[in-house]
């Protein structure tokens, strides 16, 4: 009788164990893989804390819509001259206002209601005024307080949407942070080769 209790207890403790198991994979936040000509970057998405923002960006990438993709802009200290409000990013995406790959504007998930700040190797999306995002997105080089909510990079205050951040490949941003531009516009523009679910 004992021995039986016992081998049912082991048993109970262990489907136990392989249900937690089960759940704690299941809240896993997703990661995808940049592959670039100048190396991978891996970027983990919090659809925990920014679920519009991250489930945009997947459903652009699991319906391959950023094949054209290419990172095309870098702004670092010396290429913004006229701006009094200077922030170091990389900025990617399809590019073309009318691309054909692009879906409709998100609703603006700022800052100050994801609580995911503009640190080093966070990646946010770009955008004109709030509610404009797209398929456009850009990788923090260093903090970059002034893209929060209420920073003074935009006139609106509204700051930008940010939605996970680099966890392997920071050499790779900064490869392409650095790389050549015409102003602010990489002369050639730096290709993404894929982007998918790691």
């Known amino acids: 009788m004992k021995k039986t209790f016992l081998i ?5 403790a262990l489907i136990i164990a392989i249900t937690g198991l089960f759940l704690s994979f299941q809240n896993e936040n997703p990661s995808i893989v940049i592959e670039t000509e100048v190396g991978d970057i891996v970027v983990e998405l919090y659809l925990d804390k920014a679920p519009i923002t991250a489930t ?5 990438v699991d319906e391959n819509r950023l094949e054209e993709a290419t990172f095309y802009r870098t702004v670092r ?30 609703v603006h998930e700022n800052t100050e209601v994801t ?24 990788i923090c080089v260093g903090d970059q ?21 680099v966890t392997r490949g920071m050499d790779v941003v900064h490869l392409i942070h650095q790389a050549h531009a015409e102003g602010q516009y990489h002369n050639p523009r730096i290709k993404i080769l894929s982007i998918k679910r790691k």
């Not at 945009?56 to 652009?60: D, S, T």
């Not at 200290?77 to 009318?98: A, C, F, M, R, T």
């Open 145 to 165: 307080p002034k893209l929060d909510f209420g920073g003074n990079r935009n006139s609106d205050g509204a700051g930008y949407a940010t939605f996970g951040k």
């Open 115 to 138: 609580g995911i700040k503009h640190l080093d190797g966070v990646i946010s999306m770009a955008r004109y005024g709030p509610g404009t995002a797209t398929s456009e997105f850009f």
């Open 56 to 60: 945009n960006f997947l459903k652009y």
């Open 77 to 106: 200290v010396d290429n913004q001259p006229n701006s009094k409000v200077k922030i170091d990013v990389i900025q990617g995406g399809l590019y073309e206002d009318n691309h054909p790959m692009m879906l409709d504007p998100i």
């Open 8 to 12: 049912l207890l082991s048993i109970f």
